[in-house]
């Protein structure tokens, strides 16, 4: 299971390493894709399985499924060690999109309807200009809140 999940991962750093590669000098570009673990749905009675809400179905640990109709994937995940049932969601999507430049553009190019990562948007910007992307703000763990309290 472990090695299906670590091989999940190195195939997709190659290929958004691949599309990342395939930008051309008119300077095209595809936002970075953002992935976070996220508590799993788990239904009362179907525990050890995620509840995929988009598909309506459970998935089993080390299942991947798309986010239809919005744009990523999700895969099911057991903890290493786990024993409780506890199950995480690590979630892969396009991300915030960028702040409003004149000089850019949402492309033509762009595929709404195709699989994660080729759904998310693809932006044509005049030479020179850039994108730029909101921060995304981070909880810090409760523990490290309460400590950060008793300083």
Same mark, same amino acid.
């Given at each position: 299971?472990?090695?299906?999940?670590?091989?999940?991962?190195?195939?997709?750093?190659?290929?958004? !390493?691949?599309?990342?590669?395939?930008?051309?000098?008119?300077?095209?570009?595809?936002?970075?894709?953002?992935?976070?673990?996220?508590?799993?749905?788990?239904?009362?009675?179907?525990?050890?399985?995620?509840?995929?809400? +988009?598909?309506?179905? +459970?998935?089993?640990?080390?299942? +991947?499924?798309? #986010? !239809?109709?919005?744009?990523?994937?999700? +895969?099911?995940?057991?903890?290493?060690? =786990?024993?409780?049932?506890?199950?995480?969601?690590?979630?892969?999507?396009?991300?915030?999109?960028?702040?409003?430049?004149?000089?850019?553009? #949402? !492309?033509?190019?762009?595929?709404?309807?195709? !699989?994660?990562?080729?759904?998310?948007?693809?932006?044509?910007?005049?030479?020179?200009?850039?994108? =730029?992307?909101?921060?995304?703000?981070?909880?810090?763990?409760?523990?490290?809140?309460?400590?950060?309290?008793?300083?």
């Amino acid at each position: 299971m472990k090695f299906f999940l670590c091989l999940s991962v190195a195939v997709l750093a190659v290929a958004v !390493s691949a599309a990342e590669d395939k930008k051309d000098a008119t300077a095209t570009e595809r936002p970075k894709t953002f992935r976070r673990l996220i508590p799993a749905d788990v239904l009362r009675d179907f525990p050890g399985v995620c509840f995929a809400s +988009t598909r309506c179905a +459970t998935v089993e640990p080390g299942q +991947t499924w798309e #986010l !239809s109709p919005f744009c990523g994937r999700s +895969t099911c995940v057991k903890p290493e060690g =786990e024993e409780t049932g506890h199950l995480l969601e690590l979630v892969e999507d396009c991300g915030p999109l960028p702040k409003p430049n004149p000089k850019c553009k #949402l !492309s033509e190019k762009t595929n709404k309807t195709a !699989s994660f990562p080729d759904c998310c948007p693809i932006f044509e910007c005049e030479a020179g200009a850039t994108l =730029e992307y909101p921060e995304i703000p981070t909880v810090a763990p409760p523990s490290a809140e309460k400590k950060d309290a008793k300083a």
